[in-house]
């Protein structure tokens, strides 16, 4: 079993800058492929980025390219999701999620194994 905890949430001003953490538990953290999704009120749920299980490669969704940077410390049992130059069109729940079998470029297709509860980003205009 892997419980999630995401934490770093908030209210941000359009242009500005949150850092998302979520938290692992379990002592195979590094056996899965970890991810970030979002969900918009009214919307479905999104992929965002992903990060290998050494942290060497990511992979984002479109839309965030070049905004928001995946990492992950393996020693910590943490995932990040550093997010830049927010929109108000970024306002979410932004939830993480861990994939034992996937990988990166199938993590937006698969079902993943393990959700957090959520963590809220609002970003004012």
């Known amino acids: 079993q892997v419980q999630l905890v995401e934490s770093g949430g908030g209210l941000v001003q359009a242009g500005g800058s949150l850092r998302l953490s979520c938290a692992a538990s379990?002592?195979?953290?590094?056996?899965?492929?970890m991810g970030w999704f979002r969900q918009a009120p009214g919307k479905e749920r999104e992929f965002v980025a992903a990060?290998?299980?050494?942290?060497?490669?990511?992979y984002y969704q479109d839309s965030v390219k070049g905004r928001f940077t995946i990492s992950r410390d393996n020693v910590k049992n943490t995932v990040y999701l550093q997010m830049n130059g927010l929109k108000p069109e970024d306002a979410a729940v932004y939830y993480c999620?861990?994939?034992?079998?996937?990988?990166?470029?199938?993590?937006?297709?698969?079902?993943?194994?393990?959700w957090g509860k959520g963590t809220l980003v609002t970003v004012s205009s």
């Open positions: 999620a861990a994939d034992y079998y996937g990988s990166i470029a199938t993590m937006p297709l698969r079902r993943m194994d393990y």
């Open positions: 379990g002592r195979t953290f590094s056996s899965y492929v």
């Open positions: 990060i290998s299980r050494s942290g060497g490669n990511t």
